[in-house]
């Protein structure tokens, strides 16, 4: 019966250490583009979804975006109220109208405090392509025809 104890407390301990450490932790549990398929043509947005070590969850303040090149730099700055229980977060972070091509982004979680795990040290990264309006498409296509239309007559004229 004594050994049984000692086990039965030795996953005690364990159990509250795993608690204790997921409890301090602001972790990203997602970070997903809005729209899936990007145009120039449409407001793109990085939705963050996060956990937070208490509840009620709550951004301490806005969330930034810097832009450098083709990489998109967000800060997102959560917090929580003192009540411990896992608590959750989803903001939306605007790109905006963004030029075709690639894109990478990088998140990072700035916690109000020092955490265990170090300040500042939680992230998402990705990458996304933003494409040219299908019809953009076609009226490049379009003028291209034209133009080719046009100087093959010319030539033929000459």
């Known amino acids: 019966m004594r050994a049984k104890n000692s086990v039965?407390?030795?996953?005690?301990?364990?159990?509250?250490f795993f608690i204790t450490n997921l409890c301090c932790a602001y972790l990203i549990d997602s970070a997903a583009l809005f729209p899936v398929s990007p145009t120039t043509t449409t407001p793109i947005s990085l939705n963050v979804s996060m956990t937070t070590p208490g509840i009620p969850a709550f951004l301490a303040a806005p969330s930034?975006?810097?832009?450098?090149?083709?990489?998109?730099?967000?800060?997102?700055?959560?917090?929580?109220?003192?009540?411990?229980?896992?608590?959750?977060?989803?903001?939306?972070?605007?790109?905006?109208?963004?030029?075709?091509?690639?894109?990478?982004?990088?998140?990072?979680?700035?916690?109000?405090?020092?955490?265990?795990?170090?300040?500042?040290?939680?992230?998402?990264s990705g990458t996304f392509i933003v494409v040219p309006e299908p019809a953009t498409i076609a009226v490049l296509?379009?003028?291209v025809m034209l133009v080719g239309g046009i100087h093959r007559r010319a030539r033929a004229l000459t």
């Open 64 to 124: 930034t975006t810097q832009f450098n090149g083709n990489l998109i730099s967000i800060n997102v700055y959560p917090d929580s109220g003192a009540l411990t229980a896992i608590g959750s977060l989803s903001e939306a972070v605007p790109f905006g109208l963004l030029s075709s091509g690639t894109y990478n982004y990088e998140v990072t979680l700035i916690p109000p405090t020092d955490i265990p795990f170090g300040r500042n040290m939680r992230f998402a």
């Open 141 to 143: 296509l379009l003028a």
């Open 8 to 16: 039965a407390s030795g996953v005690a301990l364990l159990g509250g």
